[in-house]
């Protein structure tokens, strides 16, 4: 196995990236630390880069087909990492978690219905439900004494009127760096359940929990959370592929999937690119 040298500075100006490139035009200089996007520096594995490859020796780019290796890989990978049990069917491939809340939005709420995030929260949480002219429903974190924060269930059985449907999750948090415990993530689940509140779980940076901590998926804690969630991770932030756009969603409900996914095969969103499944596979 390759040893990768965290420590060699990769320069990305004038590559296109995001978190460099726009510096000047998002903040008037491009001379700054940016610290605004979280799109890592390390070089993507050979691996991923290789397979890659491989397919860009053929010299046609057409149409694809999701390869059949596709899911029982991910699943693998969910169950070896998190010990998360899945099926097959409960998978679809969506191009990015940022737009896969816009996507569950348009689907599943209509227009009077509000959404509630757990601030202080990732932007986009608020943002996408706004500009899809969703109300936001604010249930803040409580920021302990010891500089940690948990979640305020109290306030949001408060908050939470019947026109509430769907509620945002950071699981891991951004930016609070909480890794949720089994026991909030039941709760959580056990109100939102009780309140016909579905909960969106990004889990974008499961596969980064440090210091002995352990991710717990949200859909596999009780019954409540796998019939009210949609679960959405991605190879994105671990192997630092986040351009490729390879995402997915899973969802264990019966019904709440085929609400989704019918949604997401109508818009043919469900469709991944060329090398989305290829970079996901060799993750
Ligand atoms: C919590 C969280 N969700 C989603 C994303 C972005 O996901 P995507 O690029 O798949 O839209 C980020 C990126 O920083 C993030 O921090």
């Not at 596709?70 to 191009?95: G, N, R």
């Not at 996914?261 to 469900?270: G, M």
Request: hydrophobic share 40%; charged share 20%.
């Amino acid at each position: 196995m390759k040893i990768y040298d965290f420590d060699h500075i990769v320069d990305r100006r004038t590559t296109g990236a995001v978190k460099v490139d726009a510096l000047k035009r998002v903040f008037g200089k491009s001379e700054l630390i940016p610290l605004w996007v979280a799109d890592m520096d390390f070089e993507t594995p050979d691996f991923i880069i290789d397979a890659m490859r491989k397919r860009l020796e053929h010299p046609v780019f057409g149409y694809t087909v999701e390869p059949a290796e596709l899911w029982p890989t991910v699943q693998d990978w969910i169950y070896t990492h998190h010990q998360w049990k899945t099926s097959p069917e409960m998978f679809a491939f969506i191009p990015g978690i940022v737009k896969g809340i816009g996507m569950a939005i348009n689907a599943l709420l209509e227009k009077d219905e509000k959404v509630i995030i757990q601030p202080p929260v990732y932007h986009p949480f608020r943002i996408v439900p706004q500009e899809n002219g969703r109300q936001i429903v604010y249930n803040p974190l409580i920021h302990n004494a010891d500089g940690s924060y948990s979640m305020d269930f109290d306030h949001l059985e408060s908050i939470s009127d019947p026109k509430c449907k769907m509620l945002i999750l950071s699981n891991p948090h951004n930016p609070a760096g909480i890794v949720w415990d089994r026991e909030s993530l039941i709760k959580l689940a056990r109100i939102c359940h009780s309140k016909g509140i579905t909960v969106i779980s990004d889990e974008i940076h499961c596969d980064m929990a440090l210091f002995g901590n352990k991710h717990i998926p949200f859909a596999s804690t009780c019954p409540e959370a796998a019939a009210c969630s949609i679960t959405f991770q991605a190879p994105s932030k671990t192997f630092n592929i986040a351009g490729i756009v390879s995402s997915y969603a899973v969802v264990p409900d019966e019904t709440l999937r085929n609400r989704f996914f019918s949604y997401l095969k109508a818009n043919e969103f469900s469709s991944p690119d060329i090398f989305a499944p290829i970079a996901t596979i060799a993750a």
